[in-house]
């Protein structure tokens, strides 16, 4: 088997990481705390600085926050390999870009959307005019999503909607709810659902936010009472949303910061030389365990990818790679503490703080990173079934 890219490829790559390095923020890099894998340090929950906007409106400029999306549509119709260097030279840096409008809802709308909603959604997408929030869960329904009850009662043109979100990653900083409804409460539980995209200014919502164990504003609760939201805004056919969603928590799971694994594991090597840790024989058996598994993700990083290009669909490997990209989440953060001893521990701020405070945050973060997107047990279940063909559990 051959693991080389082409030359397009790894031309493409070199633009990208050349770009990168021209384009984002001076420090943006070593400044960033966000964590490989954590959820609660995404440097664009808490507002992004002008020049980082400016850098995300550059990318979209170059055609590169839709990159797999036909021409049509305003995306570059490039290959799933090309987004997936893409993703991987942009996490490396840890820059901001992609989000839940990109990498999520354009590929959903793709798949299950009609040609009006398309053509009305994508290129504005890829053009980064509107950031969208995931709103699938709430209060009694996270792993259990079909027991959803936010309700959508028909009035003519229109859906009203009731009920409450909650765990609402970014749902402050975003113009659209991208959002799972009971359009009919007597099918059986996942028959009368439906995915809907709803205005974050329609009157009868609010956001309150929920503070992160890091400390930071990066999820809200959401309330909904009687907003009105026209039925046009709903992705492909009502009642049928369940199935697209299931498709899009796919797109999710291949979301992984994959070069971020890389940047932060190098970042601590380079610790362990520097504080002179590198003769101790646990020390170097630690780094070399954490060295396999990052390239173990690896290879399935770039698998699901060849397998997109293939019209393949990775339902299995995507929930292998969301399950061992954030177990490595927290075994980087707990082996970097235990290397490190108390200095991991110090915070942003001080001239001992290693990693310029990223340890200490991750350490808190990666937890985040087993449960959103559906937690560890989940993905286990969708391997055993899926995979190996047991019962649901
Ligand atoms: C940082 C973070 C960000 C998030 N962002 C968003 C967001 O933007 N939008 C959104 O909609 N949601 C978001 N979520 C919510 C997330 O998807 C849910 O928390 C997750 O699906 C688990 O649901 P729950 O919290 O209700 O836990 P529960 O479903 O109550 O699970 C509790 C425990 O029981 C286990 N469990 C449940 N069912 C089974 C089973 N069948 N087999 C084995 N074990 C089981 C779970 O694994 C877990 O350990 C976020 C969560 C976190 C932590």
């Known amino acids: 088997m051959d693991f080389r890219f082409s030359n397009q490829e790894e031309a493409f790559c070199r633009e990208v990481d050349e770009f990168i390095r021209k384009e984002l923020p001076e420090h943006w890099t070593e400044e960033c705390l966000y964590w490989p894998g954590g959820y609660g340090s995404i440097p664009d929950f808490e507002g992004l600085s002008s020049a980082a906007e400016e850098f995300r409106r550059k990318l979209a400029d170059k055609g590169w926050l839709a990159l797999t999306c036909p021409r049509e549509y305003g995306g570059g119709e490039r290959s799933q390999i090309e987004q997936a260097i893409f993703q991987e030279r ?5 820059a901001p870009g992609p989000g839940v409008a990109t990498l999520i809802a354009g590929p959903t709308i793709l798949q299950f959307g009609s040609e009006k909603t398309k053509r009305e959604w994508l290129p504005r997408i890829a053009r980064a005019e ?6 699938y869960s709430e209060p009694n329904a ?5 027991a959803i009850k936010t309700s959508a009662v028909d009035d003519g043109d ?5 009920g409450q979100k909650i765990w609402s990653s970014g749902a402050h900083v975003s113009d659209y709810a991208w959002m799972l409804v009971r359009t009919n409460p007597d099918a059986r539980a996942h028959k009368g659902i439906s995915l809907i995209m709803v205005d974050n200014r329609s009157k009868g919502i609010t956001i309150r936010p929920l503070i992160n164990i890091c400390g930071f504003h990066s999820y809200n609760e959401v309330f909904f009472d009687d907003v009105r939201v026209p039925k046009s805004n709903i992705v492909g056919e009502m009642n049928r949303g369940w199935y697209y969603v299931m498709s899009a928590l796919d797109f999710e799971r291949l979301v992984v910061p994959i070069g971020n694994f890389k940047r932060t594991f190098e970042e601590l090597v380079q610790q362990v030389k520097e504080t002179k840790l590198n003769d101790n024989m646990l020390v170097r058996d630690r780094l070399a365990e954490l060295a396999i598994e990052i390239d173990v993700a690896y290879m399935f990083f770039w698998q699901t990818a060849w397998m997109l290009d293939r019209g393949l669909q990775p339902n299995i490997e995507a929930s292998v790679l969301k399950l061992i990209s954030t177990q490595l989440s927290q075994k980087l953060a707990s082996t970097a503490v235990d290397i490190l001893g108390p200095y991991g521990e ?3 701020g001080t001239r001992w703080t290693p990693l310029n405070g990223r340890l200490c945050t991750g350490y808190l973060d990666c937890i985040s990173a087993l449960v959103g997107a559906g937690t560890s047990e989940i993905q286990r279940n969708i391997i055993a079934m899926r ?6 559990a």
């Open 130 to 135: 509107i950031r969208f929030w995931l709103a």
């Open 158 to 162: 229109d859906l009203i909607i009731n």
């Open 387 to 392: 995979g190996l063909g047991l019962p649901w």
């Open 346 to 348: 110090l915070e942003h």
């Open 142 to 146: 996270g792993s259990d999503l079909a």
């Open 90 to 94: 942009m996490s490396y840096y840890r």
